[in-house]
C-alpha cells in the first residue's frame, strides 16, 4: 500500500512538472480562424499501440516493455511558428496517472488531463479512474522539432485502483500540427452559405468559396453547438469532430470535390439553446491547411425538437464483466406524449462483450460495437420505456475475460419529439 501511494505521488509530480506547458497548449489547441498550418498524421501498425509504466512489476505488465519508440516525417518547417501534437488516447486502465509524451529524447511533456471529468456527472474522486477516449493536444517545443525524421514516444505512471498496479492506455493516433505565419502560400476562402445571423432549418446547406495557389484537397465545415461528447472530454458544446487516422469524423462535414458544399444532417441533433457558429477547413493538395473566418449567430428552427438527456451518476472504471451490472442515470423531461423516437449515443470498447444493454431493467439490445476495440455505437430505444424523470440506463456482461468498457461521457439518451422548437 505504502508502495503504491509512493508511485501515485511520483505520477503526480511528473504530471505537475509540465502542467504549465499542459494547460496553456490544452487553451490554446485546436486550429483556429486564420490559422494556417500542415497536419503530419501517423498511426501505429496495428489497430493500438500500448503504452505501459515502466515502473511495474507484474509479468503480465512487464512483457509489453520497453514502450515503443516511433518515428514521423516532418519535411516542412520553413516560417514554422509553433508545433502541438494531437494524441488519440483511450484510458483503458482507470487510475492510470503521469501521462507524457517526448519527441527526440527530449524533456518529457505532460498530456492534459480534462477538467470535466467527472465534473457534476461522475460518481467522485479520483478523477483520473473514469474511462475515456480523448484527443488532447499538447505544444511541443519548437526547437525540438527537426525537419526530416522525429522520433516520439508516451509512458505514463501508477495511480490508483487498475492503473496503480498496471498503469497502461492505448494509443491509436497522433497528429503533428504544424503552424506557420501568415505569409506562408495557402488557400484563402470563406463560407458564402449561411450568412451571418441566418437560421438554419432541417438538414442545411452549407458552401465555401475557396482560392488558392494550388488545387484544393477538400473543405471541412466545423461548428460549435451542442451535441453528444464525441471528443470524450466532457465539453458538450464546443467546435466538434474528433481525429482518427489523419481524417476528421463528427463534424458538419467534409466536401472533396467543387463546389464545396455539404447537407448537415441534423434530425437528431439537440436543440440549441446558444447560436450555432460555423468556419470551414481548407486543406490544399501539398497539405497546407487554413482556417476561415467564422460565421456566427446562427439559429437552428425544426418542426420538431430534440433534447439530449445528459447521464450523471457515471460509474468510475466502467468495465462491465464477470456477472456485474453498470449504470447511470439520465432525467427525461415529461410529458412524453409527444415523443417521436429515442436512441442512445455511447462510445465502447470492447462493446461485444456485452450480454445485456438497456433502460430502466429492460433489456434493448444484446450488445454493440467491435472486439477489443473501439467503436461509437447507437441503438432505438423503444418509447415505452423511457418514463418521464429519473431513467437508468446499463450494461451486464458475464464473460470472465475482458469485459465492455464504455467511455466518457457514459450512454446518452436523446429524445426527438413532435413539437416546433422555440
Not at 508502495?3 to 501515485?8: E, K, L, P, T, Y
Not at 483520473?128 to 509512458?155: A, W
Not at 450555432?276 to 486543406?283: K, L, N, S, T, Y
Request: proline residues 8%; charged residues 25%.
Amino acid at each position: 500500500m505504502i508502495a503504491a501511494r509512493f508511485r501515485f505521488a511520483i505520477g503526480r509530480i511528473a504530471m505537475a512538472a509540465g502542467v504549465l506547458l499542459g494547460l496553456a497548449s490544452a487553451l490554446s489547441a485546436e486550429p483556429r480562424p486564420g490559422d494556417v498550418f500542415r497536419e503530419y498524421a501517423w498511426r501505429p501498425e496495428g489497430k493500438w499501440q500500448r503504452v505501459t509504466g515502466p515502473e511495474v512489476t507484474d509479468p503480465r505488465a512487464k512483457r509489453f516493455l520497453p514502450n515503443a519508440v516511433n518515428e514521423i516525417e516532418i519535411d516542412d518547417l520553413d516560417q514554422a511558428r509553433k508545433v502541438e501534437a494531437t494524441i488519440e488516447m483511450l484510458l483503458c486502465h482507470g487510475g492510470t496517472a503521469g501521462k507524457r509524451i517526448r519527441v527526440g529524447g527530449g524533456p518529457w511533456i505532460a498530456i492534459p488531463e480534462s477538467d470535466l471529468i467527472p465534473g457534476r456527472s461522475g460518481q467522485g474522486p479520483p478523477d483520473l479512474e473514469y474511462q475515456s477516449m480523448r484527443y488532447p493536444s499538447v505544444e511541443i517545443p519548437l526547437d525540438q522539432i527537426r525537419q526530416g525524421t522525429n522520433t516520439f514516444e508516451f509512458t505514463c505512471s501508477a495511480g490508483t485502483a487498475l492503473g496503480g498496479w498496471w498503469p497502461q492506455w492505448l494509443l491509436y493516433g497522433v497528429t503533428f500540427r504544424v503552424y506557420y505565419e501568415p505569409s506562408k502560400p495557402h488557400a484563402t476562402g470563406r463560407i458564402v452559405r449561411p450568412a451571418e445571423g441566418d437560421v438554419l432549418g432541417d438538414a442545411p446547406l452549407f458552401e465555401a468559396a475557396v482560392t488558392g495557389p494550388e488545387p484544393i484537397e477538400r473543405v471541412e465545415f466545423i461548428g460549435l453547438y451542442e451535441d453528444f461528447n464525441w471528443e470524450g472530454d466532457g465539453a458538450y458544446r464546443r467546435w466538434h469532430g474528433r481525429p482518427l487516422f489523419g481524417r476528421l469524423y463528427n463534424h458538419i462535414g467534409t466536401a472533396d470535390t467543387a463546389p464545396h458544399r455539404v447537407t448537415w444532417d441534423t434530425a437528431w441533433l439537440p436543440s440549441q439553446s446558444e447560436p450555432i457558429e460555423v468556419m470551414a477547413r481548407i486543406v490544399g493538395q501539398s497539405g497546407i491547411s487554413a482556417m476561415t473566418p467564422a460565421v456566427g449567430g446562427l439559429r437552428l428552427v425544426r418542426p420538431y425538437s430534440v433534447k439530449m438527456c445528459k447521464p450523471y451518476d457515471v460509474p468510475k472504471r466502467w468495465s462491465t464483466r464477470a456477472g456485474q451490472t453498470h449504470s447511470c442515470k439520465v432525467d427525461v423531461p415529461g410529458p412524453l406524449d409527444k415523443a417521436i423516437d429515442a436512441k442512445v449515443i455511447m462510445v465502447t470498447w470492447n462493446g461485444v462483450a456485452a450480454d445485456e444493454i438497456g433502460i430502466n431493467g429492460r433489456k434493448v439490445v444484446g450488445n454493440v460495437g467491435k472486439n477489443h476495440d473501439l467503436s461509437h455505437d447507437e441503438f432505438a430505444v423503444p418509447l415505452e420505456l423511457i418514463t418521464p424523470g429519473a431513467n437508468t440506463l446499463y450494461t451486464s456482461s458475464a464473460t470472465e475475460h475482458h469485459g465492455i468498457e464504455v467511455q466518457w461521457p457514459g450512454m446518452v439518451l436523446f429524445v426527438r419529439y413532435d413539437e416546433p422548437e422555440k
